[in-house]
């Protein structure tokens, strides 16, 4: 291995807090199989995050130059630690779409039984397209689809009996459970969640409208200028309840009734809405800017060598805030640090990383492993998704994606597994070496960088501590940090690594 050198950056205290650390050499660790101690160092977690939620990186919004010397200082990290560049080096730059505006070409228009001659909707008035929405043209026959949701656990399929294949579909926001995060659908209430379900079922456009049961006040949202999740691949708007009753004004229905019903009974309502054909024209403008993922790896070793373990975590946040920022209060401008979000995955990767190389799973044959700090995740996973197209190693080499994605509030114990679903081997794995017992909620796709490589077909699982209330708020501050839990979890993931590297796949 790489002799261990101090770089300039990994100076003063936060230096001091690091080598203590990693200075000392251990011996090789045990078998894997076996109950082994990893040594993580909360000092140096606490250092990393200090570093990466300071005021004087502004937030670390994507595209500033807080951001840029975030990924300085990981790189640094990296390389003090002596990890290898990836192939093409340490730094994959890409561009992204920064802003986003409403052109001039947006357009909504329908024909029912009652009214043969198209009735067009206004922009900005009666629809608004959203952030996330693709520009496009479509035209179709209308579908209701309930909450667009299909759920296994627990059982609810909004599409069971419908075929909504070159169809728009029409939808409520949130769930039949509420809007809380922690509502038994709780995953399900992301607009990309939404729209991958709808897409995938072969699915147009999408028609949003918030109920009166989520939201009394019938008003657009803001469109924002820099959308906070993937670009939806098909046409995505947002309706008020008296644009969306008009189109289903002949089949006598509302909003209001539907979503009444639907809370009640949890009993999917979905048809098509029979005789509405709808024309949607959505337009939208980007701005681009650059970011760049931050890539090292350990090499493998023996027959694995070429084959690939990937563990990555975001390091931007939302900068000052701001309208259409993403932030939670919105109309305070103030320094988002993003402690838990994501400066806390970002310390336990680079934690996990000084360990597994000071001590290489294994004692022969072992996968390589690529550690990914990605860029521009906050406005859209769009790091992660460049690394995931643009892999430096062929993408049938990679076994497995490890994400972490706010790991800094552990709380009752509590550790969300998101893309459990992706591959058996996580139940199988993770009880074992769950040594600290902490209490595993496994769950389906979720959302975070690790879908940029589930839409690959790679088995790939998100680690997190779960949303709080200062979630997109200026008050995330490094002192909120669990510094024994995000220890807790560091341990699980660099065991759970260890496996991974050696198994047989």
């Not at 995505?236 to 009974?265: C, F, G, K, P, Y």
Request: hydrophobic share 40%; aromatic share 6%; glycine share 10%.
């Amino acid at each position: 291995m790489t002799a261990i050198k101090p770089v300039p950056l990994l100076g003063g205290l936060f230096g001091l807090l690091l080598l203590a650390g990693c200075a000392k050499r251990r011996e090789p660790a045990p078998e894997i199989a076996r109950p082994a101690a990893v040594a993580l160092s909360p000092q140096a977690l606490l250092a990393h995050a200090q570093y990466l939620a300071a005021d004087s990186l502004a937030g670390r919004r994507a595209g500033t130059a807080g951001e840029m010397q975030a990924a300085e200082y990981i790189r640094d990290t990296f390389r003090h630690y002596g990890l290898e560049p990836a192939p093409g080096g340490y730094f994959q730059p890409f561009s992204f779409p920064d802003f986003v505006t409403l052109g001039d070409g947006n357009a909504l228009k329908f024909t029912t039984p009652d009214h043969h001659s198209p009735v067009a909707l206004a922009p900005n008035h009666d629809f608004r397209p959203l952030g996330i929405s693709s520009s496009g043209k479509v035209s179709g026959p209308l579908v209701f689809v309930g909450y667009g949701i299909h759920s296994t656990d627990p059982a609810y399929n909004d599409y069971a009996g419908v075929n909504v294949s070159g169809k728009l579909v029409l939808m409520l926001t949130e769930t039949p459970a509420g809007s809380s995060a922690t509502s038994p659908f709780g995953e399900h209430r992301d607009l990309s969640v939404k729209a991958l379900a709808a897409r995938l079922r072969g699915a147009v456009a999408v028609l949003l409208v918030t109920g009166p049961a989520d939201n009394q006040q019938d008003q657009l949202p803001l469109l924002r200028s820099r959308s906070t999740a993937p670009e939806a691949g098909l046409p995505m708007v947002h309706l008020t309840r008296r644009a969306a009753d008009s189109l289903l004004a002949a089949e006598h229905l509302t909003i209001a009734q539907l979503q009444q019903e639907l809370n009640r009974s949890r009993l999917p309502l979905s048809h098509i809405v029979t005789g509405v054909t709808v024309n949607l024209t959505t337009d939208l403008r980007q701005e681009q800017a650059t970011s760049r993922n931050v890539l090292a790896v350990l090499p493998g070793s023996g027959q694995l060598r070429r084959q690939w373990v990937l563990l990555g975590a975001h390091y931007d946040h939302l900068g000052l805030g701001g309208p259409g920022s993403g932030s939670a209060v919105p109309q305070r401008s103030a320094v988002h640090n993003g402690a838990d979000d994501n400066a806390s995955g970002v310390a336990v990767m680079l934690e996990v990383a000084r360990y597994l190389a000071e001590h290489p799973p294994g004692n022969g044959d072992r996968r390589s492993i690529m550690f990914q700090a990605f860029g521009a995740g906050e406005p859209g996973l769009y790091g992660s998704a460049h690394a995931a197209a643009n892999l430096p190693v062929p993408m049938d080499d990679v076994a497995a994606m490890l994400n972490l994605d706010m790991v800094g509030r552990l709380d009752s114990a509590v550790l969300v597994l998101s893309g459990a679903n992706s591959s058996p081997l996580w139940r199988e794995l993770l009880p074992a070496l769950n040594h600290a017992g902490l209490r595993l909620q496994y769950g389906a796709s979720g959302t975070g960088d690790h879908q940029s490589f589930l839409r690959l077909q790679i088995p790939a699982l998100s680690l997190s501590t779960g949303r709080h209330q200062q979630y997109h708020h200026p008050d995330d501050d490094v002192q909120r940090l669990n510094l024994k839990g995000m220890q807790l979890v560091g341990q699980l993931v660099a065991r759970l690594v260890q496996r991974l590297a050696v198994i047989p796949l």
